[in-house]
């Protein structure tokens, strides 16, 4: 052959040989970047090393061949996740609340109502604690206590309901609280929203719930899951006691007041904003505005009558 061909093809081989390592160089350089190194063991593949207990080698060729699930075990940090079992449900906080004695007085007879608090007085003396129990689990006086407001629209929602529970649980004193009246009390106990019902151990309270503004309220299971009381079926109560739930003591339309210090709030806010437009540049240009026309029509004026 001719020597020029054979050099010809020699240079060709070379110049494939270096294309194929910069292609192969670019492609490890590429499983790097992205977290795959490829440690060679000089004689082109990959050493997966001394693999212990807990431990994967988390290398190109383990992934690509499969070996991380023959050799990782479940310990490991990065699946241990996998084998988790699912947190068990934590068990209902419990209390223990003392049972009046059912049987009713001689020729007396005793109408549940919904207590309603007028003053820091008739709270203090509603969440009095009756004897010396100190724990949850231990017989105490339990108040059921309804925050609210007549203002709110969603407290009017649930405002039948609520004159229904003293009925549904006889043995429980169910009391209503105006939060926006006793707002010192809001802060005490971590009142954030409305309507909001707590639960109230030897005057401690423990249980806080949120109901939502529907019909379905799920009341009774919440008082039912967290204390040892039962409820009096509905359908069992007389027609004429839900018909006086839907009437009072608490309405179902919400009240209508002038609120004075939103009045105030917004004044505030009116002067603040004219003192500011009063200093900018717009203001002074329009007051000058107007002098001029002022003057000019003032000058217009006393022509005409010369």
């Not at 008082?223 to 009072?248: C, F």
Request: hydrophobic share 45%; aromatic share 10%; charged share 15%.
């Amino acid at each position: 052959m001719h020597p020029n061909v054979n050099l010809l093809i020699l240079i060709f081989l070379g110049l494939f040989a270096a294309r194929a390592q910069a292609e192969l160089s670019g492609l490890l350089g590429i499983l790097q970047y992205f977290g795959l190194n490829l440690q060679s063991n000089g004689t082109g593949s990959a050493a997966l090393g001394k693999v212990t207990r807990g431990q994967c080698p988390y290398s190109f060729e383990s992934y690509a061949l499969m070996q991380d699930r023959h050799i990782c075990f479940p310990d490991d940090e990065h699946i241990l996740h996998l084998s988790e079992l699912p947190q068990q449900r934590k068990p209902p906080l419990m209390i223990k609340c003392l049972q009046p004695d059912p049987a009713p007085q001689a020729g007396v007879v005793t109408v549940p109502k919904l207590l309603i608090m007028q003053s820091a007085k008739d709270i203090v003396n509603l969440l009095k604690p009756i004897g010396n129990a100190t724990k949850r689990h231990e017989p105490g006086s339990c108040v059921l206590v309804h925050f609210c407001t007549p203002t709110s629209l969603e407290c009017a929602r649930v405002a039948a309901y609520v004159n229904l529970l003293p009925h549904l649980f006889p043995t429980l004193p169910v009391a209503y609280i105006d939060a926006y009246e006793f707002t010192r009390f809001n802060a005490e106990f971590g009142i954030a929203s409305l309507p909001t019902l707590m639960i109230f151990h030897q005057g401690r309270p423990l249980i806080k719930y949120d109901p939502p503004s529907n019909e379905n309220v799920s009341v009774p299971s919440f008082i039912m899951r967290h204390t040892n009381l039962k409820y009096v079926n509905p359908r069992t109560l007389r027609p004429y006691i839900l018909a006086w739930a839907k009437d009072g003591p608490l309405a179902s339309v919400p009240t209508v007041t002038t609120d004075f210090y939103l009045i105030l709030a917004w004044a505030f806010i009116l002067i603040c904003l004219a003192n500011y437009v009063r200093q900018t540049l717009f203001w002074k240009q329009l007051v000058e505005m107007v002098q001029r026309n002022w003057r000019e029509s003032e000058e217009t004026q006393m022509e005409m009558i010369d």
